[in-house]
C-alpha cells in the first residue's frame, strides 16, 4: 500500500492532522513544532477554525513553511459572504499564516451567493498569480466538483468521509479516475462496526488505526486527517500507514 501520493511536487503522507481545536497557546505551538518533526507534512486549517486561532497558530509556530510541508486553508464557510467576501477571507488567511503563498486552498462551502464557478475564477486569479499553489473544493458532488474544474484546476477535494459515513464513494470513485487528491474529514466519526474490534485485535492495533487503513486501503487517492493535539494520538494515527489489511479483512470492514 502507497504511503504517500502526489501533491504537485509534495510528496504527502498521507496521513495529515486536522486542526480545528488548535488554539494560539505555547503548548499548541510546541505541539506543532514536534508534530512537523514526525514524517507528517500536511497540515488542514480554514479561516474560521478556532476564531481564526487556528491559522495564527500555525503561522506563529511554523512560518516560513517548509518546502515539503502542505498547509491548506479554506475560506467561504458561512452564506452571505459573496466573491468579495471569500476574498476578504482569503487576504486575512495569508496574513493569519505569516505567508505569501497558500500551498491549498478550499473554497470551504458552496453557497447561491457563492457559486462554485464564482470562487473558482477567484482562486484562479490568485493561483495564476502565483499566491495560491493548488486549488480544492470541499463538500462537493461530482456534479459541482466537475463545475469548478471547467473553470480551474482543482487538485483536492475535502468531503466527510468514512468506513461509518460512505454517502461519497461516487466522489471518491471520481478522484481516483481523474487523479485528484480526496482529502476524508471526520474520518474516525461513528460508532465502530463490530467487525472493528476483531481486526484491530489481530493487528495488535486500536480500532482508530484500523479505520484509517480501511481508508487508505479503499483508495490510493485518499489522505485522512484526523484531528488531534496529542503527539502520542498523531504517532498513533501515523502508525496505521503500517497497517496492510488483507482483501477478506477489507471486505469483511466494508460490509454493511
Known amino acids: ?25 505555547p503548548a499548541h505551538r510546541s505541539f506543532l513544532e514536534a508534530a512537523t518533526a514526525t514524517e507528517l507534512n500536511f497540515i488542514d486549517t480554514a479561516h474560521l477554525y478556532a476564531g481564526g486561532d487556528s491559522e ?25 459572504v459573496g466573491v468579495e467576501g471569500l476574498r476578504a477571507e482569503l487576504e486575512e488567511s495569508f496574513e493569519r499564516l505569516g505567508t505569501d503563498t497558500i500551498r491549498l486552498y478550499y473554497q470551504h462551502r458552496v453557497h447561491p451567493d457563492l457559486p462554485v464557478e464564482d470562487a473558482m475564477g ?39 468521509y468514512s468506513l ?47 479505520r484509517l487503513a480501511w481508508l487508505l486501503r479503499r483508495s490510493p487517492v485518499v489522505v485522512p486527517i484526523p484531528g488531534t493535539l496529542s503527539l502520542d494520538h498523531l504517532r498513533e494515527n501515523l502508525a496505521a500507514l503500517e497497517i496492510e489489511l488483507t482483501e477478506e479483512e477489507f471486505e469483511r470492514l466494508s460490509s454493511p
Open 1 to 25: 500500500m502507497p504511503t504517500t501520493v502526489s501533491l504537485g511536487d509534495v510528496e504527502l503522507t498521507r496521513i495529515g492532522l486536522g486542526t480545528n481545536r488548535l488554539s494560539d497557546t
Open 56 to 80: 495564527r497558530t500555525i503561522g506563529a509556530a511554523l512560518a516560513p513553511f517548509a518546502d515539503d510541508l502542505i498547509v491548506a486553508t479554506k475560506g467561504g464557510f458561512n452564506a452571505g
Open 122 to 160: 477567484l482562486l484562479k486569479e490568485y493561483r495564476d498569480a502565483g499566491r495560491i499553489t493548488h486549488i480544492g473544493v470541499s463538500a462537493v458532488t461530482v456534479e459541482q466538483l466537475e463545475r469548478a474544474r471547467a473553470v480551474a484546476p482543482v487538485d483536492v477535494v475535502q468531503n466527510e
Open 164 to 210: 461509518v459515513q460512505r454517502a461519497h464513494d461516487d466522489v471518491v470513485d471520481h478522484c481516483q479516475a481523474e487523479g485528484i487528491v480526496f482529502v476524508p474529514y471526520f474520518p474516525l466519526r461513528g460508532e465502530d462496526p463490530p467487525a472493528v474490534a476483531e481486526v484491530a485485535e489481530r493487528h495488535g492495533a486500536t480500532p482508530g488505526q484500523i
